[in-house]
């Protein structure tokens, strides 16, 4: 129904650099909370970052904790991951998801958009490899 669209995903040499976008698909992107959430082969789907734009406070996972850098551009309708110093084990389908509201800590509402979004789009495939 409420569509993001992601994009900017590919395949990258470990050590290398990408840049995701999330946009919205014929709506405003306005989310309070929105996040980054991906999902490899054989594994459970898991927060990568998120972010509240009323509480100016992020969340990074620790595996992805001072490589990943979420940010939007509300002018742009569009919300950002650039990712640094990529590894293997980052290869993954990437997608985005946002709540409306932030009620509680950026931490506990990236967890409750993990485990209430039903809604998921088509991701972006990521692909760290030699």
């Known amino acids: 129904q409420l569509q993001l669209v992601e994009s900017g995903g590919g395949l990258v040499q470990p050590g290398g650099s990408l840049r995701l976008s999330c946009a919205a698909s014929?709506?405003?992107?306005?989310?309070?909370?929105i996040g980054w959430f991906r999902q490899a082969p054989g594994k459970e789907r898991e927060g990568v970052s998120c972010?509240?734009?009323?509480?100016?406070?992020?969340y990074y996972a620790d595996s992805v904790k001072g490589r990943f850098t979420i940010s939007r551009d509300n002018a742009k309708n569009t919300v950002y991951l650039q990712m640094n110093n990529l590894k293997p084990e980052d290869t993954a389908v990437y997608y985005c998801?946002?709540?409306?509201?932030?009620?509680?800590?950026?931490?506990?509402?990236?967890?409750?958009?993990?485990?209430?979004?039903?809604?998921w789009g088509q991701g972006t495939q990521v692909t760290v490899s030699s």
């Open positions: 998801a946002g709540e409306r509201w932030s009620w509680t800590t950026v931490q506990a509402m990236c967890v409750l958009t993990l485990r209430t979004r039903n809604d």
């Open positions: 014929g709506f405003t992107l306005d989310y309070d909370v």
């Open positions: 972010m509240s734009s009323s509480r100016g406070s992020t």
